[in-house]
């Protein structure tokens, strides 16, 4: 009954709702909703959902709608049906270039072959999923895979790869923020932990991923995390705690009929029995854990039986105490069509109302967007008006340094010269004076010189941004105490002059902030040219930095880089931690 009246409603609301939103968009948030709170509704609207697909000829949704089945499948514990419900979906989706929601299937079909302990298989579809994934730069499903990958080597035995799996995912799942992501990391360490009879710390972690499910409310999850507790007791001999906690876990599991969870809940609790000395009761939850399916599915026969009954008993006593059966009808099933009209106007207002609200939305976000371009665009020009001014003033000074101000201590060291041959010295103080003289304005030309160069060095204007870095770091050498790598890739060919331009003026400061703050003795610094991409990478072995305090940094300091990158439609990563050195990753795209 309940079942006939879920489709019955589902069609009803379809029907209403399908001059505005798609019905299939329907049935797959009804199948979200049903999730793993109950597998038989699930299965049944994905049925919908496959017909709906089938006759709008949507061959994506199709397959989506075939994997939500298996899954469904799967945690009923019929694997077969299962596997051929993957299997459909998988085949579609090698067609239909969907490669996120393909990735989905193999993880889903990998772990069917995992629970059957096909474990070949098993790795590799979960290998499959992750070079999608890893194609996609999807770092949530990363994370999921090696969480999901480490129960395959945890079946073979191998623990300690199981964990370096789990704790991958542990740490790529906290970086991202995800609880569900960490709350599965902690338990599957555990879970290897446990089988290495480190119980006290699997207990640790079982704990902390259940403080997790409690705030996030998860049932599905909470009936595993007490069912691994409960393991986990029982497998150090703590019995009574495990008995308590297998208990919160069939509390939950009955109701989400997630047969396979019970079975073994009540597999543990016999065996706890069974040690505690009560073999009466160990027999009693053997007998369930054996007999589970049918006597689940009896009570539950049961339950809808009794209902059923008093319902027709009550019809029947209300029947004889109506003298007009006929006169009842009728004004019951014109009940039932005023409420129906009713009903239909209320999803009638309401979907006009959705529709005016996402409206205005959409106006309201275009209107943003279109605000924020103009912003953009505005921000851009100015950066490039500066950047380009700034460049114009350091080849100006470049040159009068060079043209005038070098001319000129040039002249006067020959006049001194000059005035030296013409003049008598006659003591010792006056020959060292005049070769003070002469030797500070010879030091003056040099450095007027090497100013001049390294605001406008030569080497760039003619041979381009390798030559020029090679140059720096050449000069570099002649500092004590600091050795600096360098490793150049594929800088044959010139980039164009703006972009060599502005990215020698971000290494040479960003390596001059090294020098001057970071107290480090090696630098790493690489330029990498892939075919529409540069990358440059810095890496330093100094003291590090907070980068949540990037306005306190030296010289132009680090927000100055970010928007001379950002010029050059480039992204800048700056990784550091104070004590631990400083890494930064500048990646620029360049025409081929």
């Not at 979200?32 to 496959?50: M, N, P, V, Y």
């Not at 889903?108 to 579809?125: F, G, I, S």
């Not at 004590?480 to 800088?491: A, R, S, T, Y």
Request: glycine share 4%.
């Amino acid at each position: 009954m309940k079942n006939s009246a879920l489709i019955f409603l589902i069609s009803v609301f379809s029907a209403a709702a399908f001059a505005v939103t798609p019905k299939i968009d329907s049935l797959k948030k009804a199948c979200q909703d049903a999730g793993l709170s109950d597998f038989d509704k699930t299965i049944e609207i994905c049925d919908l959902g496959i017909r709906a697909s089938e006759a709008s000829r949507d061959s994506v949704s199709l397959a989506w709608f075939n994997r939500n089945i298996g899954v469904a499948y799967y945690f009923k514990g019929e694997y077969e049906a299962a596997s051929k419900f993957y299997f459909k979906s998988i085949t579609i989706l090698e067609r239909a270039n969907q490669p996120s929601e393909l990735a989905a299937a193999y993880n889903d079909l990998a772990k069917l072959y995992r629970k059957t302990r096909k474990l070949k298989q098993a790795e590799e579809n979960y290998d499959k999923a992750m070079s999608i994934y890893v194609t996609l730069k999807d770092s949530n499903n990363i994370a999921a895979i090696y969480n999901e990958s480490g129960v395959v080597f945890e079946y073979a035995g191998e623990y300690e790869k199981a964990l370096e799996r789990y704790r991958l995912s542990l740490g790529m799942s906290e970086k991202l923020g995800s609880k569900v992501g960490v709350a599965y990391a902690l338990n599957n360490i555990a879970g290897a932990l446990s089988l290495q009879q480190k119980f006290n710390e699997a207990e640790v972690y079982l704990k902390k991923a259940l403080e997790i499910r409690k705030g996030m409310r998860d049932t599905f999850a909470l009936a595993i995390n007490y069912s691994d507790l409960g393991v986990n007791y029982y497998s150090a001999k703590l019995h009574k705690q495990a008995i308590a906690y297998l208990d919160s876990s069939n509390q939950i599991a009955y109701d989400l009929k997630y047969a396979e969870l019970l079975s073994n809940n009540f597999l543990y609790i016999s065996k706890a029995y069974e040690e505690l000395g009560e073999h009466e009761k160990s027999l009693h939850f053997y007998k369930r854990h054996v007999n589970l399916k049918d006597s689940v599915f009896t009570l539950e026969s049961e339950k809808q039986l009794n209902e059923l009954t008093t319902k027709y008993q009550t019809e029947k006593k209300d029947l004889e105490l109506v003298k007009n059966k006929a006169e009842i009808e009728s004004q019951r099933y014109s009940n039932f069509i005023k409420n129906i009209v009713i009903l239909s106007i209320i999803i009638f207002v309401l979907l006009l109302a959705f529709i005016s609200y996402q409206y205005y939305k959409k106006k309201q976000i275009e209107q943003k967007a279109k605000a924020d371009a103009e912003l953009a665009k505005e921000k851009e020009i100015r950066t490039k008006a500066i950047v380009e001014a700034e460049e114009k003033e350091r080849r100006r000074i470049a040159q009068d340094l060079h043209d005038s101000v070098g001319q000129i201590l040039s002249a006067a060291k020959l006049n001194l010269s000059s005035l030296q041959s013409k003049i008598q010295l006659n003591t010792p103080e006056e020959k060292e004076a005049m070769a003070n003289a002469l030797s500070l304005v010879d030091d003056s030309v040099k450095e007027v010189r090497t100013v001049s160069h390294s605001m406008m060095p030569n080497t760039l204007l003619k041979l381009g941004l390798a030559s020029a870095v090679k140059e720096f770091v050449t000069k570099m050498g002649n500092l004590p105490n600091l050795k600096v790598d360098l490793e150049i890739v594929g800088m044959e060919k010139r980039l164009d002059d703006q972009t060599e331009t502005v990215l020698y003026r971000v290494i040479q400061e960003v390596v001059n902030n090294i020098i001057k703050h970071a107290k480090a003795n090696t630098i790493n610094l690489q330029l990498i040219r892939h075919e529409d991409e540069l990358t440059v990478m810095i890496e330093d072995n100094g003291v590090g930095f907070d980068t949540g305090k990037i306005n306190e940094f030296g010289g132009i300091g680090l927000k100055n880089i970010i928007s001379r990158i950002e010029f050059l439609s480039g992204t800048v990563h700056f990784d550091s931690t104070p004590g631990k050195g400083t890494n930064v990753i500048i990646e620029v795209p360049i025409s081929k």
